[in-house]
């Protein structure tokens, strides 16, 4: 059943001749940062492409908020792209390749002026509007695509690895772009190899691998379900010594090793809430608990846990 | 007030008429569209050159047979395969076309703006190319008689006759070629089979000659060729069953509109594969 404010993949299979681009895809990816996280071939770009229409599903059907791919007049008054693909209509400059996709739309010349300048202007290449797109560099290019892809004001922002080739500053700027675009409301599906920056932006992560979707949900809520791998729980304290001592006394409890630094001790548990339950008693016994900070709940460990290490994204 | 996929169509005809028009792979058709003109000029200087007698029955015959062969099998075809096939190919090939794909545009839409501006960009070069060539063809002859001919005599329906068939051309060719780059990576393939096609056409049953743009493009020249040409070019200037304008016209049209059909069938399909994931 497709819900209109979600993107809904439902048993999609996509096949390149007898190559697996993706298989048995079923997904609901609600509003908010969604990343796709996977290894090179895992069918990222492909679940994208199938998304925005530029492939078509060999099986399934896919629906963009109730809209179907092969309807381009519709589904790209709500949806924006932003491709991998950094190649760009020749000679056209930063200004005039917003401008004229925007004409498409219908806009009028006022209307794609105005919308193409604030669209440039959100992504700070006011100065280099004017320039040839030709003399950009790696991170202007990413940086003009994606003010197209929203230039017309879209309720879903797919992005194919938009933090490519941006230099720290201008990584921070989009990121928190995302994170405002995602606040109002918008759905934003990013791919990303950078593991600790899909962590901070990601509302929920989608894991890929060889064409399956391995996992998917808010990223605590998949760690959750990965019950073989024991939690790993990082306690602050000045007494990581008799800590220790003490979480042995519980059998969840696997591993404790104390941190370099002395100031703590790394647990690993199968029981989290079993564990937790402890450490409050601990804590009233006269063990000073700093903090508590779970230390694998994030993209990092899921990859390593459902994916395994080979060809692991930074 | 107007609708929205005519707007479309006008964006997008703005988008590609530059390319269209001045695309480094296309500069061949301008040389393709000059070629002739290089031929009729350099005639008109020898007939000059030599004082030779001006001969209407002779020039008229000579601008017929070499329209028909050169023209119309050679400029026409190859310079709309230039222009139309790299209207989806060519995009390709740059890896551009998605962003037309990722528009709010039906693909039928893209399909019209883009053989359009290809046909814009085909009838400027090569109408003024025919309407060129007529002009050096007769350009040894004196003014008075050139005015004459054109007020009395058959010029102005010939040049107006020579143009239709050339833009006729550019219609019937473009809607082929444009077809071909949106099935086949390849030119060459297409555009031999094409080839071949309207080469042998004339000896193909009345049925299969309708599926054919030179079929009608005969039918409609002013003149017939003469026949004293050789074995090879009768074989390509003969008309066994000419059709009469009233029906090359509309035929010529209906053609082209099946073959965007077929067109637009193919591009609703199309993917986007440059070989990325």
Same mark, same amino acid.
């Given at each position: 059943m497709s819900e209109p404010h979600e993107i809904v993949f439902d048993n999609v299979s996509k096949f390149y001749g007898d190559v697996? *681009?993706?298989?048995?895809v079923s997904l609901s990816i609600p509003p908010g940062i969604t990343s796709l996280v996977g290894p090179n071939g895992s069918g990222k770009t492909t679940l994208m492409n199938l998304m925005t229409g530029l492939l078509r599903p060999t099986r399934g059907s896919i629906r963009v908020l109730g809209v179907a791919p092969d309807n381009p007049e519709e589904l790209f008054r709500q949806l924006g792209y932003c491709t991998? !693909?950094?190649? !760009? $209509?020749? *000679? !056209?400059?930063g200004y005039q390749f917003v401008y004229s996709f925007l004409r498409l739309y219908g806009s009028t010349h006022a209307e794609a002026d105005q919308f193409a300048w604030r669209a440039i202007e959100r992504v700070n290449l006011v100065e280099a509007a004017h320039r040839k797109i030709a003399g950009y560099s790696k991170g202007m290019r990413q940086r003009i695509k994606l003010a197209q892809a929203t230039c017309h004001g879209p309720a879903v922002l797919v992005l194919d690895e $938009? /933090?490519? *080739? /941006?230099?720290p500053l201008v990584r921070a700027e989009v990121i928190a772009l995302l994170r405002s675009l995602a606040e109002e409301g918008m759905h934003i599906i990013i791919s990303s190899h950078i593991l600790h920056e899909v962590d901070m932006i990601s509302d929920q992560v989608i894991l890929l691998s060889a064409g399956y979707v391995v996992a998917e949900g808010k990223i605590r809520g998949v760690r959750d379900e990965i019950q073989e791998q024991p939690m790993q729980i990082l306690v602050r304290s000045n007494a990581p010594s008799a800590l220790a001592a003490k979480v042995f006394e519980q059998d969840s409890v696997v591993e404790a090793k104390i941190h370099n630094d002395g100031r703590g001790l790394l647990i690993k548990t199968k029981d989290p809430d079993k564990f937790y339950r402890l450490l409050n008693r601990i804590a009233l016994n006269g063990i000073a608990v700093e903090s508590v900070i779970p230390a694998d709940d994030d993209v990092n460990s899921l990859y390593e846990y459902l994916i395994g290490s080979e060809d692991k994204p930074r | 007030m107007k609708t929205l996929w005519l707007t479309q169509v006008a964006a997008i005809v703005r988008l590609e008429i530059g390319k269209t028009f001045f695309s480094r792979r296309g500069l061949w058709v301008y040389l393709l569209a000059c070629m002739p003109m290089v031929i009729f000029g350099g005639h008109s200087i020898v007939w000059l050159k030599r004082g030779l007698p001006c001969d209407f029955g002779h020039d008229t015959n000579v601008f017929a047979s070499i329209f028909q062969v050169l023209d119309m099998r050679l400029t026409l075809f190859f310079g709309c395969l230039g222009i139309f096939m790299n209207l989806f190919r060519g995009e390709m090939l740059d890896r551009s076309l998605h962003f037309y794909f990722l528009s709010p545009v039906r693909r039928e839409v893209l399909l019209v703006g883009k053989y359009l501006a290809g046909l814009l960009a085909a009838v400027t070069i090569f109408t003024t190319s025919t309407v060129v060539q007529w002009g050096l063809m007769y350009a040894h002859f004196p003014k008075s008689v050139m005015e004459s001919y054109l007020r009395d005599g058959n010029g102005w329906r010939h040049l107006t006759a020579y143009a239709g068939v050339t833009v006729l051309g550019c219609i019937g060719y473009g809607s082929v070629f444009l077809l071909a780059g949106a099935l086949m990576k390849n030119p060459i393939v297409p555009a031999a089979a094409v080839l071949v096609w309207e080469s042998i056409n004339s000896f193909a049953p009345a049925v299969l000659q309708k599926f054919s743009v030179i079929y009608y493009l005969k039918s409609l020249c002013p003149i017939e060729a003469p026949p004293d040409v050789g074995p090879v070019f009768s074989m390509l200037l003969v008309n066994a069953d000419p059709v009469a304008p009233a029906v090359a016209v509309p035929g010529m049209l209906l053609f082209t509109m099946l073959v965007l059909v077929v067109a637009a069938m193919r591009v609703r399909k199309m993917e986007i594969h440059y070989g990325t994931d």
């Open positions: 697996l *681009g993706v298989n048995r991998q !693909f950094d190649s !760009f $209509p020749k *000679g !056209f400059t $938009p /933090l490519n *080739g /941006l230099d | -």
